[in-house]
């Protein structure tokens, strides 16, 4: 199933807010106008959408999401729902041995050990002086 993630977003669009012309979809969609015409032609020819002349203004197009184009957004839904769970699914166990086994597993790579959090030392603290006199600088003691 190759589908890219502009693919996604005119599907999920047009099934979001229905038919739409080319310019309402590249601002719903973020997707520039001329990448746009680009994805709809691929779309078209994979029959998950259906370009068609606009009743009302024969000078743009009407794009509509055929029946293909919602099993596909179905498809790209699950697919999605998948990755979310395994990506913030919770660790298997309290320790969290599972999650590291299948970072392992995954990558090859052994997992990170969680950042130590060290107390960093304050300003030094200022020793009283010893045989010192709190009195005012200048003044003479025992005069």
């Known amino acids: 199933m190759a589908a890219r993630k502009w693919h996604y977003a005119v599907l999920a669009t047009l099934n979001e807010f229905g038919p739409a ?11 520039y106008h001329s990448d746009l015409v680009a994805v709809i032609t691929e779309l078209t020819g994979r029959g998950q959408v259906e370009r068609s002349p606009d009743p009302a203004d024969r000078r743009r197009n009407v794009i509509t999401l055929t029946p293909g184009g919602r099993r596909q ?8 729902a ?8 919770p660790p298997p166990d309290a320790a969290g041995t599972g999650a590291a086994h ?3 597993r995954r990558t090859g790579a052994p997992p990170r050990s969680p950042p130590v959090n060290k107390r960093l030392p304050g300003p030094p603290q200022r020793e009283p002086s010893v045989g010192r006199s709190a009195s005012p600088a200048g003044t003479a003691h025992g005069s």
């Open 73 to 80: 957004l179905r498809k790209l839904d699950e697919l999605l």
């Open 102 to 104: 299948s970072t392992t």
């Open 21 to 31: 012309s080319q310019a309402q979809l590249s601002q719903r969609t973020g997707i």
């Open 82 to 89: 998948d990755a979310e769970n395994e990506v913030f699914a």
